[in-house]
């Protein structure tokens, strides 16, 4: 199959609500290419030298996601131009984004990441976490971010109870956070990132509203 047809394939699966990242990690600028001219123009990447070349070479209305672990050295690098950063898990994180997206001059959207799942290997914060973000005094000062949801991943397993359990418990702190928090100046929570190749339909039904979406349409990664 090819890999237009595969993101076709997938577009079918989707709600209009549901934005979709296609994870182009590892994956050569054709294979991007071939996505982009049957229409896609959100990709995600999770190292941030590869997206910086990759930016570089292709068309530049496409919106790039770095939906890896972020180190803070490196969040200059990307900072021009990056379109969203899913795995915000720290304030430090925050207050280098900012800080680097304001020499730019611009506001860079960002996604908290909760850690929902049952393995170590998974970052992101807890709820406690989370309302310590939300509550400080410095998150007030950052006037060149904006904390735009949430982002979480399942564990992986073939036990689907435990995969909508934690999807739902992710949307339930996604709405209670908006409750709360979304009259701060720099928060306007609205996307809930959870989902992937294996997993992405039940995160649908329980509340996604953007998957992240890699070997179903590009194959496996080569690594």
């Not at 899913?86 to 850690?115: C, D, T, W, Y």
């Not at 904390?147 to 339930?172: C, H, N, P, R």
């Amino acid at each position: 199959m090819s890999i237009s047809t595969n993101l076709n394939e997938v577009k079918q699966t989707l709600a209009p609500h549901v934005t979709l990242v296609a994870v182009s990690k590892t994956k050569p600028m054709e294979d991007l290419m071939e996505a982009y001219e049957a229409g896609q123009r959100i990709f995600g990447e999770n190292k941030i030298q590869e997206m910086t070349e990759k930016y570089e070479a292709l068309p530049k209305d496409i919106e790039w996601h770095m939906i890896g672990h972020v180190q803070r050295n490196k969040v200059k690098y990307m900072a021009e131009y990056v379109s969203l950063i899913h795995g915000v898990e720290s304030l430090k994180l925050l207050q280098e984004i900012n800080k680097q997206a304001e020499k730019h001059n611009r506001i860079i959207p960002v996604l908290l990441q909760m850690f929902i799942a049952q393995e170590d290997t998974k970052f992101g914060l807890d709820t406690n976490e989370l309302e310590e973000i939300f509550t400080s005094e410095e998150l007030k000062e950052m006037q060149n971010i904006q904390i735009k949801g949430l982002m979480g991943m399942a564990t992986f397993t073939e036990d689907s109870q435990e995969v909508k359990k934690e999807f739902s418990t992710l949307k339930d702190i996604f709405d209670k956070s908006k409750q709360k928090y979304n009259d701060l100046p720099n928060v306007q929570l609205e996307i809930i990132s959870m989902g992937m190749s294996n997993d992405y339909l039940l995160a649908v039904e329980c509340g996604s509203t953007m998957v992240r979406i890699g070997s179903t349409i590009f194959g496996n990664r080569n690594y």
